[in-house]
Antibody
Framework: QVQLQQSGAELAKPGSSVKISCKAS????????ISWIKQTTGQGLEYIGY????????NYNEKFKGKATLTVDKSSSTAFMQLSSLTPDDSAVYYC????????WGQGVMVTVSS | DIQMTQSPSSMSASLGDRVTITCQAS??????LIWFQQKPGKSPRPMIY???NLANGVPSRFSGSRSGSDYSLTISSLESEDMADYHC?????????FGSGTKLEIK
């Protein structure tokens, strides 16, 4: 069955970066884009963008340009999202999901930004 | 960006009640809407896709409908396992946008 396994929780300091992963299984990785979504209690769910897992092409929500960088490693069926110049506002649960229209979701990664 | 106005933000209902949650789209989205259910500590689960289609494994008491720019998720007879947060998502236009969510509690 389709599974998206995300990496573990991250505790990061303001100004630093984190890179979280999303390993896909149960389907042909390059047949579906991977989307990324941010969830906070205050802002709810926000769409970050997607990556074309075949070509590496990306489409970012303007709000997250410069904050998120999406990459992919086809050899390991894994997608990555790097978050840079972290601030406390970046503290959230981050999900990957299969498809540019997110349908099957990973379990989420909690990122906490604190000094 | 397309705004999805979801209501109510929270509600409490009794077992067996009929429950309806609504998302209003600020622009035409066709039927390009997904309803998700999210339980505490879990990731969102798709319940309805393309506004009216039941996702695999979802009980038939769930249904989706559209009236103009208003999209609704209805639970015909509420069960205890339906206690969760519900979110709508439009996928007509990027950036995709979500409703603000509805917290459904059981009385």
């Amino acid at each position: 069955q389709v599974q998206l396994q995300q990496s573990g929780a991250e505790l990061a300091k303001p100004g630093s970066s984190v890179k979280i992963s999303c390993k896909a299984s149960g389907y042909t990785f390059t047949s579906y884009y991977i989307s990324w979504i941010k969830q906070t209690t205050g802002q709810g769910l926000e769409y970050i963008g997607y990556i074309n897992t075949g070509s590496g092409g990306t489409n970012y929500n303007e709000k997250f340009k410069g904050k998120a960088t999406l990459t992919v490693d086809k050899s390991s069926s894994t997608a990555f999202m790097q978050l840079s110049s972290l601030t406390p506002d970046d503290s959230a649960v981050y999900y990957c999901a299969r498809g540019n229209n997110p349908y099957n979701w990973g379990q989420g990664v909690m990122v906490t930004v604190s000094s | 960006d397309i705004q999805m106005t979801q209501s109510p933000s929270s509600m409490s209902a009794s077992l067996g009640d009929r429950v309806t949650i609504t998302c209003q789209a600020s622009q035409d989205i066709g039927n390009n809407l997904i309803w998700f259910q999210q339980k505490p500590g879990k990731s969102p689960r798709p319940m309805i896709y393309y506004a009216t289609n039941l996702a695999n494994g979802v009980p038939s008491r769930f249904s989706g409908s559209r009236s103009g720019s208003d999209y609704s998720l209805t639970i015909s007879s509420l069960e205890s396992e339906d206690m969760a947060d519900y979110h709508c998502l439009q996928y007509k236009q990027y950036p995709l946008t979500f409703g603000s969510g509805t917290k459904l509690e059981i009385k």
